[in-house]
């Protein structure tokens, strides 16, 4: 107990000594946690949207997801930092995370999709809706809940292997728990550790809300209806899914 209140007086005292303030490395650890999502992102949403939208390509999808997540992380750095070299790190470091992150990307991209209800889809198609309408104005808003649910995921599971970054000199607030090891000074590996789940706890805390959020309104407004609708035939109550589907989360 005497070793937990050492590391919160630590916390607040602002005395880091040789290392970086501790808002420094609260920044540093959110940059690198924020550049490895997006570009993450950017590869995996646009493959698992494709998986969900054709059905194509889901078992290749797993298999892919399963070898990166059995990818030790602190090894892999440590590979591309002696490939790339010493001049490389924040690029080795990042390729590293991004491997991290796009596992969850994907799922939460391809399962938004595969979670809707396909008489739903085969509504707004007889409609007359295009391959595009559908795919905008049905498929993305309906699955964006668990997109963000894997934005979340990746996202966590980032911000807190980003502490390895420190091992090869990038700071973070890995620094912390790697400097008190090696003074030993149990306070401040404590709290290093502290901050990076108070940081993990925050950014959990927003992405639920944002996840909440992207429900659209007109699915919640379908589940307060749900009385009503539950006499319609299959095909009005798709219908009825299809044009809330169209109202912005």
Excluded: C
């Excluded at 008190?180 to 290093?192: D, T």
């Excluded at 940081?199 to 809300?209: K, P, Q, R, S, Y």
Aim: aromatic content about 6%; charged content about 10%; hydrophobic content about 55%.
């Amino acid at each position: 107990m005497n070793l937990f209140a050492e590391a919160i007086a630590w916390i607040f005292s602002g005395n880091t000594g040789l290392m970086d303030p501790i808002g420094v490395a609260i920044a540093q650890q959110l940059i690198y946690t924020a550049v490895s999502v997006l570009v993450a992102a950017a590869i995996a949403i646009p493959i698992g949207w494709y998986i969900g939208h054709t059905g194509k390509g889901r078992e290749f999808a797993i298999g892919v997801s399963g070898a990166a997540r059995a990818i030790p992380s602190f090894g892999l750095l440590i590979l591309l930092t002696l490939l790339l070299g010493v001049l490389h790190k924040p690029e080795a470091a990042v390729i590293t995370f991004v491997i991290l992150a796009i596992p969850s990307l994907l799922a939460g991209a391809y399962t938004g999709f595969e979670a809707i209800d396909p008489r739903v889809v085969d509504a707004g198609r007889s409609m007359g809706m295009t391959e595009w309408q559908i795919l905008w104005r049905i498929e993305v808003p309906l699955g964006l809940a668990l997109l963000v649910g894997g934005i979340r995921a990746a996202t966590l599971q980032v911000v807190a292997t980003v502490t390895i970054a420190a091992y090869i000199g990038l700071g973070g607030l890995g620094q912390y728990i790697i400097s008190g090891l090696q003074l030993r000074r149990i306070e401040v590996v404590i709290g290093g550790a502290i901050l990076v789940a108070a940081l993990a706890l925050i950014l959990d805390g927003i992405f639920a809300l944002l996840q909440h959020a992207a429900v659209p309104r007109g699915i919640r407004a379908a589940g307060a209806a749900g009385a009503v609708t539950s006499r319609k035939s299959p095909r009005r109550r798709a219908e009825a899914a299809v044009i809330g589907a169209d109202v912005t989360p």
